[in-house]
Each structure stands twice: as structure tokens, then as C-alpha cells.
């Protein structure tokens, strides 16, 4: 049996555990690594999850005593097993893991992917803060137009406990009392307020046999520009107008592109003719016969006044300006177009608030909405209330207000996706008549 330890962050790295090694007798997992999120080192996958093979769970270490733990730990194999990270950072681990004597490993679709028994389309992305979520909703509505009934299951996100095996959302309460991540609401609230059921959790295996008996096509909600965990019968992969490294450089997104039906190139509004054509080019190089859509990112603002001539707070989406690499995102786009005075935070951020400005120094004048515990959760509301603004703008799908109190004025900014032409709509009603005419099992042409 040899020895293995999981490089992740909270998501990838748990699916990969259950699918391919909790009754793999090849190997023992030794530890789970952990990085990217704060505050998800130091715990213990639990037993219940773990399986009969690890009675005492598996502990979760720091990214950075990898190579401490190959050594200790007699360890033969280094899986690699989260995303957004980019092909240097892979190879400088693959590097340290080599040199430590380990082999390191990726694991591919055929060892990860679960089959459902419904129709699956899968939304992925190149990179962070492409507009995924922006296109899942999209892709919902265009099914429900056809007669569907679509379930979300959405990519892990289980940053303050490891014990919920299967949640389910359907209502704006159920977020509420379950105590959720700001990151987590951020995801499931849009989706919710559409009429959607999420699905989320540890275990995606009875994730998906519950979404299975509540809807009749599975829509794959991706996180970062990870693979998805179900085989899809459809792929889209969004990527960035204003952004060429939404195509390339970072793992998996490239091969994300690669293997989409159709790649959207999102935010096109905000970029010009010359940089679509570039990225057009790119997605071609990587995937000949494709079928490429456009959209732009409308933003909708809910009270313009309370943002023109004033000075104003921009809160982003915490991922998209941290390790996705944006400086700025919608809020302070908002500000802009509409004649604010956008505040600088930074000088008044605390905790570990503060450390992400010093972690990712590209973030412009805007406050990363990072609420990854509760204690993070209150360094948030601290710096808000201290930052000198008239408007606190939220770029944020999740509303804040609901989990802390905020001494200013809140102003909420929506963004959708709004396509040109029909490519994407025409793909999708192909898509849902082939159901239709395949009746209610699976077809094997899907």
C-alpha cells in the first residue's frame, strides 16, 4: 500500500478522496494539505466521510509543511487537487515534490467524473470571476423556457464545516439559518431567488441522487475553472473579454476550454473589438470546431442617487479580486460610471482583512467581501463601519446586510449576462429537444 497525501482547498481535493481513494486499497491517505482559503488547515476529515479505513479521520495540514510531511510521513504519491493555479505554481510543487522522492499526480475526468441518470450541462470557467454564475442562471432560465425542471449542484464550498455531507437550498431562509460562508451565500443566493434548488456539500455521490429525484436536467455550477464532478452531456466554459489568461496558464482552465461544446466569451462590453478577436483566436488554437457566443455584463444598480457625487465604499467578490486576480469588479465599476467618489479601505482594514491586501497587492481602492469564518466575517463589518463613506456599494451576490449591521446606506449592484445572438440560446433548445425526443431516460447520443 503506498502512501499518498492531497494538495487542496477545501473542494476538489475532498471529491477526489471519496471517488477515487476511500475504498482504494492501493493507497492511504496519510493528510490532506490545504490552501488558497484561510482557516481550512488544521482540522480533520472526518471519520463518517473518511470511511471504514480511516476510523480517526484525516488531519489537514498547511500547504507550506509539505515537504516536512513527505519526508515524515513516508509518503510515495502527492495528488494535486484544487484549482486556479497557475502552471508555474503546479510545477514548483511537482518540482518540491520530486525532489522529495514522491511522485506527483494529476487525476483526470475518468477517475473523478460520477454518472447521472439525467441530462447534465456543465458551466465551467477559464479563471475566477469570469461570470459563471452569470451564465448558470442564464442556462436555468432558457430550460425552464423549454418546459424543464433544472436542479443547480453546485461546486464545494465547505469552509466552515466538514460535516455536511448533502445541503440543500430552496429559499433565502434556508441560507440564513445555516450559518453559511459569505462565500457560500454569494453563490446559492442568486440561484434561489431564480426558483432554483441547490445542491452543495462533502458527498457529491448522494448530492446527486437527490438532485436526480427533484429535477429532470442537472446544471453543473462550477467553482474557479474547475472540472466539473459530474459527466456532462454538455460543456460551456466562460471566459473573460479582458482577460487572456482566462484562457491559458492556469490548471485546469485551459483544458476546461478544451473540452467545451461551446466556449462564451463574457464582458465583451467591456473590452474592445481587437482583444475579442485575440481571445477568439486563442479558444480556436485549443479547440478547432467549437461553437463560440458572446455576452456582455449588464449591471444593474438599485438606486443610482445614492451613488452619483458621493463618496463610496466598493465591496467585491472576495475570490475574483484575491486569487482570481482582478483589481477591481462590479461595485466599483458602478462607482465609476456613475460619477462617485470611490473611498480607499485599505488603511482601515483589520485582521486578516488587512492581510489580503498585503497577500494580493494588485486589488485596487475595493474591499474583498472575504467572510470565510466568523471571526472573519466580524473583521469585515468592523472595516466597513470604519471606512469614511456615505454608500457602502455591493458587488456582491451576496447581501451582507442580512449577516451583519452596517452603519451606512447599501446599495446592491446586479450584473447578468445578455447574449449576442443566439448561439448559446440555439445550442440549449437542441440540447432540450433531443431530451424530449430520447422521453424520459438518458439517451446515449447525449
Known amino acids: 500500500m503506498r502512501n499518498a497525501i492531497i494538495l487542496g482547498a477545501a473542494g476538489r481535493d475532498f471529491h477526489n478522496f471519496n471517488v477515487y481513494f476511500r475504498d482504494n486499497y492501493e493507497y492511504r491517505v496519510v493528510a490532506f494539505t490545504a490552501a488558497q482559503i484561510p482557516f481550512i488547515e488544521n482540522r480533520t476529515y472526518p471519520p463518517e466521510l473518511a470511511g471504514t479505513k480511516y476510523p480517526m479521520g484525516i488531519p489537514i495540514f498547511p500547504e507550506n509543511e509539505m515537504e516536512e510531511l513527505i519526508r515524515k510521513l513516508g509518503v510515495n504519491d502527492v495528488f494535486f487537487s484544487y484549482s486556479d493555479v497557475s502552471f508555474e505554481q503546479v510545477m514548483k510543487l511537482a518540482s518540491i515534490s520530486i525532489s522529495?522522492?514522491?511522485?506527483?499526480?494529476?487525476?483526470?475526468?475518468?477517475?473523478?467524473?460520477?454518472?447521472?441518470?439525467?441530462?447534465?450541462?456543465?458551466?465551467?470557467?477559464?479563471?475566477?470571476?469570469?461570470?459563471?454564475?452569470?451564465?448558470?442562471?442564464?442556462?436555468?432560465?432558457?430550460?425552464?423556457?423549454?418546459?424543464?425542471?433544472?436542479?443547480?449542484?453546485?461546486?464545494?464550498?465547505?469552509y466552515e464545516s466538514l460535516k455536511k455531507g448533502v445541503e440543500k437550498y430552496q429559499n433565502i431562509n434556508d441560507l440564513i439559518v445555516s450559518?453559511?460562508?459569505?462565500?457560500?451565500?454569494?453563490?446559492?443566493?442568486?440561484?434561489?431567488?431564480?426558483?432554483?434548488i441547490v445542491y452543495a456539500g462533502i458527498d457529491y455521490?448522494?448530492?446527486?441522487?437527490?438532485?436526480?429525484?427533484?429535477?429532470?436536467?442537472?446544471?453543473?455550477?462550477?467553482?474557479?475553472?474547475?472540472?466539473?464532478?459530474?459527466?456532462?452531456?454538455?460543456?460551456?466554459?466562460?471566459?473573460?473579454?479582458?482577460?487572456?489568461?482566462?484562457?491559458?496558464?492556469?490548471?485546469?482552465?485551459?483544458?476546461?476550454?478544451?473540452?467545451?461544446?461551446?466556449?462564451?466569451?463574457?464582458?465583451?462590453?467591456?473590452?474592445?473589438?481587437?482583444?475579442?478577436?485575440?481571445i477568439e483566436n486563442e479558444i480556436r488554437l485549443r479547440n478547432k470546431h467549437v461553437k463560440i457566443s458572446q455576452t456582455e455584463s449588464?449591471?444593474?444598480?438599485?438606486?443610482?442617487?445614492?451613488?452619483?457625487?458621493?463618496?463610496?465604499?466598493?465591496?467585491?467578490?472576495?475570490?475574483?479580486?484575491?486569487?482570481?486576480?482582478?483589481?477591481?469588479?462590479?461595485?466599483?465599476?458602478?462607482?465609476?460610471?456613475?460619477?462617485?467618489?470611490?473611498?480607499?479601505?485599505?488603511?482601515?482594514?483589520?485582521?486578516?482583512?488587512?492581510?489580503?491586501?498585503?497577500?494580493?497587492?494588485?486589488m485596487g481602492h475595493v474591499l474583498p467581501a472575504l467572510g470565510y469564518?466568523?471571526?472573519?466575517?466580524?473583521?469585515?463589518?468592523?472595516?466597513?463601519n470604519a471606512v469614511p463613506a456615505d454608500t457602502v456599494v455591493l458587488g456582491t451576490t451576496a447581501n451582507l446586510s442580512l449577516f451583519m449591521r452596517i452603519n451606512k446606506p447599501v446599495i446592491r449592484v446586479k450584473y447578468e449576462a445578455i447574449e449576442i445572438g443566439t448561439t448559446m440560446q440555439n445550442e440549449i433548445k437542441k440540447f432540450g429537444n433531443m431530451i424530449i425526443s430520447q422521453g424520459s431516460s438518458k439517451s446515449s447520443k447525449l
Not at 482582478?326 to 480607499?344: E, M
Open 179 to 196: 450559518k453559511l460562508s459569505i462565500e457560500e451565500v454569494e453563490e446559492y443566493e442568486p440561484h434561489v431567488e431564480n426558483g432554483a
Open 205 to 278: 455521490a448522494k448530492i446527486l441522487e437527490m438532485a436526480e429525484n427533484d429535477g429532470d436536467v442537472i446544471i453543473w455550477d462550477g467553482g474557479n475553472n474547475d472540472l466539473p464532478f459530474i459527466k456532462p452531456d454538455m460543456t460551456l466554459t466562460v471566459v473573460d473579454a479582458t482577460r487572456i489568461n482566462s484562457i491559458s496558464g492556469y490548471y485546469p482552465g485551459e483544458a476546461c476550454v478544451r473540452m467545451a461544446d461551446i466556449v462564451i466569451i463574457n464582458k465583451v462590453n467591456l473590452s474592445d473589438q481587437n482583444s475579442i478577436d485575440k
Open 100 to 158: 522529495c522522492g514522491a511522485s506527483f499526480h494529476l487525476l483526470g475526468p475518468q477517475d473523478t467524473m460520477l454518472k447521472s441518470k439525467k441530462p447534465v450541462i456543465a458551466v465551467l470557467g477559464g479563471r475566477t470571476g469570469v461570470g459563471k454564475s452569470t451564465i448558470s442562471r442564464f442556462v436555468f432560465r432558457e430550460l425552464r423556457k423549454e418546459g424543464f425542471k433544472p436542479v443547480i449542484i453546485r461546486h464545494p464550498m465547505p
Open 373 to 384: 469564518s466568523m471571526q472573519q466575517l466580524n473583521e469585515l463589518e468592523t472595516t466597513i
Open 298 to 362: 449588464r449591471i444593474y444598480v438599485e438606486k443610482p442617487e445614492e451613488i452619483e457625487g458621493k463618496r463610496c465604499l466598493a465591496i467585491e467578490d472576495g475570490p475574483t479580486v484575491t486569487h482570481g486576480g482582478l483589481s477591481v469588479g462590479a461595485a466599483y465599476n458602478a462607482i465609476i460610471d456613475l460619477n462617485g467618489i470611490p473611498v480607499d479601505p485599505r488603511d482601515h482594514a483589520v485582521g486578516t482583512i488587512k492581510d489580503a491586501y498585503v497577500r494580493y497587492p494588485h
